[in-house]
Protein backbone atom coordinates (compact mmCIF):
# COMPACT_ATOMS: atom_id res chain seq x y z
CA UNK A 1 0.00 0.00 0.00
CA UNK A 2 1.09 3.77 -0.76
CA UNK A 3 2.39 5.98 1.47
CA UNK A 4 -1.22 7.60 2.87
CA UNK A 5 -0.07 10.77 3.35
CA UNK A 6 0.81 11.28 0.03
CA UNK A 7 -2.39 9.50 -1.39
CA UNK A 8 -4.26 11.54 1.04
CA UNK A 9 -2.44 15.07 -0.74
CA UNK A 10 -2.71 14.60 -3.52
CA UNK A 11 -6.91 12.98 -3.44
CA UNK A 12 -7.35 16.27 -1.64
CA UNK A 13 -5.80 18.59 -4.40
CA UNK A 14 -7.44 16.71 -7.60
CA UNK A 15 -10.60 17.10 -5.43
CA UNK A 16 -10.04 20.49 -4.51
CA UNK A 17 -9.83 21.61 -8.16
CA UNK A 18 -12.79 19.86 -9.46
CA UNK A 19 -10.80 17.55 -12.05
CA UNK A 20 -11.33 13.97 -12.69
CA UNK A 21 -8.31 11.76 -12.73
CA UNK A 22 -8.01 11.51 -16.52
CA UNK A 23 -7.43 14.80 -16.16
CA UNK A 24 -4.43 14.58 -14.74
CA UNK A 25 -0.81 13.38 -15.50
CA UNK A 26 1.30 11.51 -12.44
CA UNK A 27 4.88 11.44 -12.72
CA UNK A 28 7.68 10.76 -10.20
CA UNK A 29 11.39 12.61 -10.25
CA UNK A 30 14.53 13.51 -8.24
CA UNK A 31 13.51 17.39 -9.03
CA UNK A 32 9.70 17.29 -9.25
CA UNK A 33 9.52 21.00 -10.29
CA UNK A 34 12.29 21.27 -12.84
CA UNK A 35 10.46 18.41 -14.62
CA UNK A 36 7.11 19.95 -14.49
CA UNK A 37 8.06 23.26 -15.55
CA UNK A 38 11.09 22.09 -18.04
CA UNK A 39 9.54 18.68 -19.33
CA UNK A 40 6.26 18.94 -19.02
CA UNK A 41 5.10 22.84 -19.85
CA UNK A 42 3.31 23.30 -16.39
CA UNK A 43 3.13 26.81 -15.48
CA UNK A 44 5.34 27.64 -12.90
CA UNK A 45 2.61 30.33 -11.63
CA UNK A 46 -1.04 29.58 -12.48
CA UNK A 47 -4.79 29.25 -11.42
CA UNK A 48 -3.64 27.48 -7.89
CA UNK A 49 -5.08 24.26 -9.43
CA UNK A 50 -2.08 23.44 -11.80
CA UNK A 51 0.11 20.81 -10.26
CA UNK A 52 1.67 19.10 -6.78
CA UNK A 53 4.38 17.21 -5.70
CA UNK A 54 5.25 15.05 -2.52
CA UNK A 55 8.29 14.11 -1.25
CA UNK A 56 8.32 10.39 -0.41
CA UNK A 57 10.45 8.34 1.91
CA UNK A 58 11.94 6.29 -0.98
CA UNK A 59 11.63 5.63 -4.73
CA UNK A 60 9.65 2.56 -4.33
CA UNK A 61 7.01 4.36 -2.40
CA UNK A 62 7.31 7.23 -4.79
CA UNK A 63 6.70 4.63 -7.56
CA UNK A 64 4.05 2.78 -5.46
CA UNK A 65 1.99 6.08 -5.27
CA UNK A 66 2.29 6.83 -9.49
CA UNK A 67 0.93 3.22 -9.65
CA UNK A 68 -1.60 3.77 -7.38
CA UNK A 69 -3.02 6.69 -9.09
CA UNK A 70 -2.27 5.68 -12.61
CA UNK A 71 -4.37 2.47 -11.70
CA UNK A 72 -7.31 5.01 -10.43
CA UNK A 73 -6.85 7.14 -14.45
CA UNK A 74 -4.38 9.73 -14.20
CA UNK A 75 -1.77 9.41 -16.91
CA UNK A 76 1.29 8.24 -16.07
CA UNK A 77 4.34 10.61 -17.41
CA UNK A 78 7.52 8.22 -19.04
CA UNK A 79 10.83 8.66 -17.30
CA UNK A 80 13.50 6.44 -15.90
CA UNK A 81 13.55 5.86 -12.25
CA UNK A 82 16.71 5.28 -9.78
CA UNK A 83 17.36 5.49 -6.32
CA UNK A 84 17.22 9.28 -6.42
CA UNK A 85 13.48 9.69 -7.57
CA UNK A 86 11.71 10.12 -4.58
CA UNK A 87 8.86 12.92 -5.01
CA UNK A 88 5.76 12.26 -6.81
CA UNK A 89 4.07 15.30 -9.05
CA UNK A 90 0.84 15.28 -10.57
CA UNK A 91 -0.23 18.30 -13.11
CA UNK A 92 -3.38 19.06 -14.59
CA UNK A 93 -3.32 18.53 -18.30
CA UNK A 94 -3.80 21.63 -20.59
CA UNK A 95 -3.66 22.28 -24.20
CA UNK A 96 -0.20 23.71 -23.49
CA UNK A 97 1.52 20.93 -21.32
CA UNK A 98 3.10 17.87 -22.18
CA UNK A 99 2.70 13.99 -20.72
Request: glycine residues 10%; contains cysteine; negative net charge.
Amino acid sequence: MPNSDAVQAIESYVRKCGREYSQWCMGIAADPVERLLQDHGVAEEGDGCGWITYRCASADEAREVRDHFAARGMRRAPGATDATTTSVYAFKITGTTRW
